[in-house]
């Protein structure tokens, strides 16, 4: 090597003043402490959809309902994403088709 090699190092201290904050801290949104919800997915391929139930350890207070492709009233749409490509269902109906794939949805408190 005909350059020799320095090493270097450094360290920045950025302070925040009171005049933006909170800007760059954490803060929880309002109201977030009583509200949860969460997508149910397939664990299985081409699985056929029997029943949607939650194992019992799961079946915690404040869990209000379970939503799936039934739960869309006459005239709605199943419809979770649309592109130039087609469209996607927001929940599978009567057979999953792959791993990953919404089946249902937690509301929850």
């Known amino acids: 090597n005909l350059f020799p090699t ?3 190092s ?3 201290i950025l302070e925040s003043g009171s005049e ?6 954490p803060v ?11 997508y149910i997915y397939s664990a299985k391929p081409l699985a056929r959809i029997t029943s949607i139930k939650l194992r019992q350890e799961l079946e915690l207070d404040g869990v209000r309902d379970i939503l799936s492709s039934k739960d869309i009233p006459n005239g709605g749409e199943n419809l979770g994403a649309k ?3 087609g469209s996607e269902p927001l929940f599978a109906e009567e057979i999953a088709r ?12």
Do not use: D, H, N, W
Request: charged share 20%; glycine share 10%; aromatic share 8%.
């Open 28 to 38: 929880m949104k309002s109201g977030a402490a009583i509200q949860a919800s969460a």
């Open 10 to 12: 450094g360290k920045q």
């Open 83 to 85: 592109s130039r490509f």
């Open 20 to 25: 933006y904050r909170p800007i760059g801290e």
């Open 6 to 8: 320095l090493l270097s």
């Open 98 to 109: 792959c791993v990953g794939e919404r089946l249902a949805f937690v509301v929850s408190t």
